[in-house]
């Protein structure tokens, strides 16, 4: 294959595909081609639809992508990747297929071969520095080979990280900017008794860029191994484009380890890691919403704790890997995440204080590159991680998965809904001056049974509340809620000893709504919510906080007293029916529809 407008990484991910059979036939379905019944000759047939299928995974799931056979070319030849053989299109026609998700072929120059490797396998991938501890890379490919991974390795040099377009060589053929395949890596000892490691490599292009220094093929050092060996290693059978190389080689010749991560589900069509053993995945899938759970980086003290908390558990001493991919492809964010050690019987969300008081254990890297990997090292136990943008506020998909060679458990941690306290607060029995002076307007506005409706509602608090600040409460549509809420009779009126009730309770939410905005008086952030709910009395889970934010949530990222006014009000509500039909508090209610319809619209 070949791409002369610069995609190199892409055709280094196809090649690294193509080598791995059983992943292959899963992003491209063998059951298609130009011919009938996946008759992949060139003569289309009368069946013959002009249209291909592909999988990729793509955002935290395997999606099917359906292409045409009309390809961009440039003076008769493809302008894009191009088969050797004249007669092959499967790597055009995939790479149409992920130029389609990326919204264009454009696109795809802003890709990396680790994104590439990902939506190509399913895994996920992680980069390793060859050079900055040769010993201890080699004793982690040692466990990698062992694994359900695909091992390759790469020469990028510091001035230019992404090769895309050069065929430059090194002085020893092998090519930069292409993933080698690392199969093995095996120990020889020569006719003199010298032992010598050898890795074992493969160029997923096939020939043009295969190893010509000591021990490539048919170099004279084989010469002083015996044949006992060689037949071992299957020198004189090696695949187009294999070759051995010396450790020490290895090292001074390739700079990283790119290496895909497949979990049982992944691998188990790849006949060539049947006998490995397979990574132990956990999958979370979640998003950062404003006000809701996108907080930003551990330096935003009062959000931080907002962002989704995960809780690990391991069995025993591991290490494991550690992915966040985020689903913003053309206007990717700045994304990590932190861990912390906690307790394994810890159940709840953790508040701010936590974070506050406590060291982060484990910091990924920030960047905005769609994958974030991190490998570490952890002692059996609990451990908090929280998956972040750095910015608070900004909004995304994620989905964060972490490996590891032993069993793990996996769960976010949340707040189970509960109401702590009643949020409507009982005027005195006891009659005060500050309601005689209320009384007057009420019966001014009142019918002869000395009630008032919604419409009556509005008028009166327009009267009796000292400021607009508070007056944002007297809308039309916070009034029919209160009248809703605080009607126990269902005639849709409210006596003087309801409307006492509201005044003593809108003092009370007025006080609790004033500690959570003290940097600007009568407005809310809407990360604060949560904490100003609670204080009323209201203990919600982020499945509920997210639908609040969304109603009463502006545009600016606010609330005002009124929208948290409304908010209570609905919130008491759900409350008041749910605890109506659930005397024994099981925690479970059943209703008929007229029920569920009535219910729905109180709220």
């Known amino acids: 294959m070949w791409d002369p407008r610069g995609d190199k990484w892409l055709v280094s991910c196809l090649g690294v595909l193509h080598l791995s059979k059983g992943l292959f036939y899963r992003v491209v379905p063998a059951d298609q081609g130009f011919g009938n019944s996946g008759d992949s000759s060139g003569t289309p047939t009368s069946e013959y639809a ?33 088969a050797r053989h004249s007669d ?11 130029a389609k998700l990326h919204g264009s072929y454009e696109a795809l120059k802003y890709g990396t071969l680790l994104d590439g490797l990902s939506d190509l396998t399913g895994g996920i991938t992680e980069s390793i520095a060859i050079r900055q501890d040769p010993t201890a890379c080699g004793r982690a490919l040692g466990k990698l080979l062992d694994m359900t991974s695909l091992i390759t390795c790469t020469v990028n040099n510091n001035q230019q990280q992404q090769i895309r377009t050069s065929t430059e060589k090194l002085a020893n053929g092998i090519q930069m900017g292409i993933n080698y395949r690392l ?48 037949d071992r290693l299957a020198v004189r059978n090696m695949a187009e484009g294999e070759f051995w190389i010396s450790y020490s ?29 397979t990574w132990q995945m956990k999958l979370y899938q979640g998003s950062w919403r404003r006000g809701v759970t996108a907080g930003g980086c551990r330096n935003n003290q009062e959000t931080f704790h907002i962002n989704p908390q995960l809780h690990l558990i391991l069995s025993e001493m591991e290490e494991i890997v550690v992915s966040l991919n985020q689903h913003s492809i053309m206007e990717p964010k700045v994304i990590g995440f932190t861990a912390y050690t906690l307790p394994k019987n810890s159940t709840e969300s953790i508040n701010k204080q936590f974070f506050k008081k406590n060291k982060s254990l484990v910091n990924s890297q920030y960047t905005n590159s769609r994958q974030v990997s991190h490998r570490c090292l952890l002692e059996q136990g609990g451990y908090l991680l929280i998956p972040t943008t750095f910015e608070p ?39 005060g001056k500050g309601f005689s002076q209320y009384e007057a307007v009420f019966l001014q506005l009142a019918d002869e049974h000395k009630t008032v409706n919604a419409f009556e509602l509005q008028e009166l608090l327009e009267a009796c509340l000292p400021n607009d600040y508070i007056k944002s409460c007297a809308s039309m549509e916070v009034c029919r809620q209160v009248v809703l809420t605080m009607d126990s009779t269902g005639s849709g009126r409210l006596e003087f000893n309801d409307f006492k009730d509201l005044m003593c309770s809108l003092k009370y939410w007025q006080a609790a709504f004033k500690n959570h905005t003290k940097e600007r008086t009568g407005i809310l952030k809407a990360e604060r919510l949560r904490d100003a709910l ?70």
Request: charged content about 25%; some cysteine; proline content about 5%.
């Open 393 to 431: 506020g900004q909004e995304t998909n994620f989905t964060l998965r972490v490996y590891s060679s032993k069993p793990l458990k996996l769960k976010l941690l949340d707040t189970p809904p509960t109401l702590i306290k009643s949020a409507i607060v009982k005027a005195p029995a006891l009659e």
């Open 183 to 230: 199969y093995a890596i095996e120990r020889v000892e020569t006719f003199n008794g010298e032992a010598v490691q050898l890795v074992k490599l493969r160029n997923p292009l096939g020939p043009g860029g295969e190893y010509i220094g000591a021990w490539a093929r048919g170099g004279l050092e084989w010469d002083e191994v015996p044949i006992a060996e060689r």
């Open 50 to 82: 002009g249209v291909f299928r592909f999988r990729l995974w793509w955002c935290g799931s395997w999606v099917e992508v359906l292409v045409d056979d009309r390809l961009p070319a440039v003076h008769g030849r493809l302008a894009f990747v191009q």
């Open 249 to 277: 080689d290895f090292v001074k010749t390739f700079t990283h380890l790119e290496v895909v991560h497949l979990d049982a589900e992944t691998s188990r069509d790849e006949p060539s890691l049947h006998s490995k053993h």
């Open 88 to 98: 092959q299109f499967w790597p055009a026609l995939l790479e149409k297929a992920y």
């Open 534 to 603: 609670l204080e009323i009395g209201f203990q919600v889970n982020t499945d509920v906080l997210a639908v609040l934010i969304l109603r009463y949530m502006r545009k600016d990222g606010t609330l005002r007293f009124g929208d948290f006014v409304s908010a209570i009000l609905h919130l008491s509500d759900a409350f008041a029916i749910f605890e109506g039909k659930d005397p024994l508090q099981n925690g479970s209610i059943k209703l008929t529809l007229s029920e569920w319809l009535r219910s729905a619209l109180m709220c």
